[in-house]
């Protein structure tokens, strides 16, 4: 489904990703931890061309993208990628001006020219799924910053996404308001969903992974299974980062 391969990134004179290989196969769910600096929203954002890799390819389904010096990649193929995924960031990022149900039928009706009315069902139904039937005509303002970010995730799934990008989903959030956005985290991997989520949530990365992959100074520095690496790390990195979290 995804497969990152020798992926750099450079602002300037920085390097923040060195070389970065990665798969996650279709309906897996991918935790990257590490601690900040460390290049994991940077990856994450590379992933779906909001960021453009200085070297390396990106390929999610039958789409992939080929990225040196040299060459500029063609928006068209940009564009196809992006639509592979739906992203979901660590600031709610919704249109004020639009109730919940506008946020979540936007996409579909100016991108991919849906009709409003099979817009409109499909935006009730996410909503509902997310469990904010009651919510549909309350405009951001109105909405707590759970219920804003699971305005948020609707909206990204109303695109219909292969993948899932979760960028720190609940770091904007009071400690009380980030059970009811993992909620809906867990039932979109019990679906089946592809994603890849970079959290500090430990607990939920232990539950919902199937892989968690640790990043420090833009290298993926381990992966494992949530029971081998955070009871069994075998680098004596990854065992400072989790030392200072217990």
Known sequence: MIVISNLHKRFGDLHVLKGVSLTVEKGKVVVIIGPSGSGKTTLLRCLNALELPTEGSVQIGEVKLDFSARGKVDKAEIARLRRQTGMVFQGYNLFPHMTALQNVMEGPVTVKKES?????????????????ADKLDHYPAQLSGGQQQRVGIARALAMDPQVMLFDEPTSALD??????????????????????????????????????IFMDQGLIV???TPEQLFTRPQEERTRQFLQLLS
């Open 116 to 132: 409003p009315d099979k817009a409109r069902a499909k935006a009730v139904s996410l909503l509902t799924k997310v469990g904010l």
């Open 175 to 212: 400690p009380e308001l980030v059970g009811e956005v993992l909620k809906v985290m867990k039932e979109l991997a019990l679906e089946g969903m592809t994603m890849v989520i970079v959290t500090h949530e430990m607990a939920f990365a232990r539950d919902v992974a199937d892989e968690v």
């Open 222 to 224: 381990e992966r494992g």
